[in-house]
């Protein structure tokens, strides 16, 4: 009988030891405040949408003194602002025809002070005047400085010697021009002049001269 072979012995195979990843401490904290600040950055991105309102602003430059129709406006919408004093898009028509109390430049937001009605001070009165053609310079815009003059009489000798009047005033809202020539205009002066600058006026004995610089 033939002699039985050996069996070959089998090595026993070892488990090679795993290798676990390492997680970096900073990585993890970079990563979580990453996470916080997009969150933080979404949250905010959400408060001024869901807190944006309709305001009123000004679609061109308006000067003080300026009246303010329709194309002078519009509206935009933007984010709460704890502080700045706005006028609600809905309100935009209260503020047709009414005038403008500050410079406001194109764009700008429409503080709820910046129009309303003229305020004259109490040395001070508003005088309405309507001069022929040649007495009103046709240059004059709302807030520009002039002086009132006063003209000859048509009795007068244009030889005599006269003392002509000057007075110094500004321009309230913008002179209109009628279709035969002559101006209407509203100019504000001191009070102790007005009821004699108004009866010059009416005799047409009034010049206005735009002063240097306005």
Do not use: Y
């Not at 005038?99 to 009605?117: F, M, N, R, Y």
């Not at 309507?130 to 009489?153: C, D, N, S, Y």
């Amino acid at each position: 009988m033939a002699p039985a072979h050996p069996r070959p012995a089998f090595r026993q195979r070892t488990a090679s030891p795993s290798l676990r990843a390492r997680r970096s401490p900073r990585l993890i904290l970079i990563g979580v405040l990453c996470a916080c600040l997009g969150g933080l950055g979404c949250a905010l991105a959400w408060q001024q949408t869901t807190h944006a309102q309709q305001v009123v602003v000004a679609a061109r430059a308006l000067t003080k003194g300026e009246p303010v129709d329709a194309a002078a406006l519009t509206t935009t919408s933007i984010g709460a602002a704890a502080g700045v004093s706005t006028v609600p898009a809905e309100n935009i028509d209260a503020l047709i025809g009414r005038t403008a109390l500050v410079d406001l430049p194109a764009g700008s937001v429409v503080a709820a002070d910046s129009i309303g009605e003229p305020r004259i001070d109490e040395a001070f009165s508003v005088v309405g005047l309507h001069l022929p053609a040649g007495r009103v310079p046709g240059t004059l815009t709302p807030g520009a400085g002039v002086i009132l003059a006063t003209a000859p009489a048509p009795n007068d000798d244009p030889d005599a010697e006269f003392t002509r009047e000057q007075t110094p005033g500004t321009v309230v809202g913008t002179p209109t021009q009628a279709s035969d020539g002559s101006w209407s205009l509203d100019v504000q002066v001191a009070s102790d002049i007005a009821l004699h600058l108004a009866a010059l006026a009416a005799v047409d004995r009034l010049v206005v001269v735009q002063t240097g610089g306005a």
